[in-house]
Nanobody, 116 residues
Framework: QVQLVESGGGLVQAGGSLRLSCAAS????????MGWYRQAPGKQRELVAT???????NYADSVKGRFTISRDNAKRTVYLQMNSLKPEDTDVYYC??????????WGQGTQVTVSS
């Protein structure tokens, strides 16, 4: 059974940093595009960042220059380094694994709260 387990969320003051991790029990991890998404109550889930199997990255405009996505294929883990956090970054953050001709896999989410 595939599992994506996020960790690293928590409460931080504005301007602070957090590092999210997503450990995947996923065969063939290295071929997946991994992503981080976030969702607030009553709102649609939105893209934060993705990283392909070739390490190409893509970021939402709202996080460019502040967040960095990376992956360690040997550890089957994807990371999201979040710096200069703002209150509007407060959300539940979800890890996603995607590849062509396959359904996505999602983690259970980790709460990030940024206080002003």
């Amino acid at each position: 059974q595939v599992q994506l387990v996020e960790s690293g969320g928590g409460l931080v003051q504005a301007g602070g940093s957090l590092r999210l991790s997503c450990a995947a029990s996923l065969s063939g991890f290295s071929i997946y595009t991994m992503g981080w998404y976030r969702q607030a109550p009553g709102k649609q889930r939105e893209l934060v960042a993705t990283i392909t199997n070739g390490d190409s990255t893509n970021y939402a405009d709202s996080v460019k220059g502040r967040f960095t996505i990376s992956r360690d294929n040997a550890k089957r883990t994807v990371y999201l380094q979040m710096n200069s956090l703002k209150p509007e970054d407060t959300d539940v953050y979800y890890c996603d694994a995607a590849r062509i001709y396959s359904s996505d896999y999602w983690g259970q989410g980790t709460q990030v709260t940024v206080s002003s």
